[in-house]
């Protein structure tokens, strides 16, 4: 059994491997900077620890990771609201703070698992991308392109850890991972937004024309996924995609959010300069090639699009209702 450190792991994918994990019989170190609702189900397993701290407090992340065989780095900032807003804590925490983990897992000969992200594919328009395609990113002054390209230095550190340390790592591409735990009901990523919208019986607020596209993977697929890999010899040293096929625009996500919800909202456009201002672009299309995490990981995901809102929307019901916590 492995001594496995996850960076994040109080977060919202985080928190499912967590779980899967301790399942598996390993011992879990949750390191994040959040208070822990997420994982506070755990707290009471002998083989689980949380260490409520920051990646860039280096002295405490190293104390870690010297204890551990694998470490699975998840920590980042990843709502698209947060790194427009707030582009300097995004380089910092996305950047120095996984080199700190490349640097220290490497000198500990640990095993990296990196969450990286469909954002490096940037608005390449040829879907579906395999792992191997072109990254077409806007400019600089732009601030949504920040956390692409923190993103893609962490998988350029990965590959130039491995080439001259010998690190070994499994680098994993999200594709909109979505479920109970996700955010905050209205803030974050589109569906807590919508679900909030639809709950209060207000508008659903597309941006733009909402024929954008995005997938959607229920997280604990992309859970499935990651552990999967982690333990996987031949996923080593490679990036992979976890991420639906069914592509869906996001008109047609509100419709069948407010289709499997029973929800009555209307359905509204707001452009996307009223809501970010000019730090922001859409992506058109996002769809992920899953070829190779198929052959590979032998994975794909499993869950319908219905059935993920279902229990997605069951959830937010009952935390809106004060009925529930965080798990
Ligand atoms: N979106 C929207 N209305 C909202 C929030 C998001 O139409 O209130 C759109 C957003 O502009 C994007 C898509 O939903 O096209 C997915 O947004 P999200 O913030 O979840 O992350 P992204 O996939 O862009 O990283």
Known sequence: MAAILITGGAGFLGSY?????????????????????????LLSNPSFRFVQDSILNAPALEREIDRSDIVVHFAAIADPKRYVMEPLVTLQIDLQGALNVFQMASKRKAKVIFASTSEVYGKNPRVPWKETDDR???????????????????????????????????????FNVYGPRLDDLGSGRVLPIFLKQCLQDEPITIHGDGSQTR??????????????????????NQVFNIGSSQELSILELAQKLKEVGKFSSSI????????????????????????????????????????????????????????????
Not at 140 to 165: F, I, L, M
């Open 215 to 236: 997938t959607f993977v229920y997280v604990e697929d992309a859970a499935d996924g990651v552990v999967r890999g982690m333990f996987e010899k031949q996923a080593e």
């Open 17 to 41: 491997v967590c779980e899967r994990l301790l399942a598996l019989g390993h011992s879990v170190v949750a390191f994040d900077m959040s208070n822990g609702e997420k994982i506070e189900h």
């Open 136 to 174: 077409v990113l806007g400019s600089t002054h732009v601030n949504r392109w920040c956390y692409a390209t923190a993103k893609a230095a962490g998988e350029h550190y990965c590959y130039a850890y491995h080439q001259s340390e010998g690190m070994t790592f499994v680098t994993y591409r999200f």
């Open 268 to 327: 509204t456009t707001v452009t996307h300069q009223e809501v970010f201002g000019n730090s922001y672009e859409d992506i058109p299309r996002r769809v992920p090639d899953v070829s190779k995490s198929k052959k590979i990981l032998k994975w794909e995901a499993t869950t319908s699009i219905e059935d993920g809102l279902f229990k997605t929307i069951e959830y937010y019901r009952r935390r809106s209702q004060g009925q529930c916590a965080q798990v």
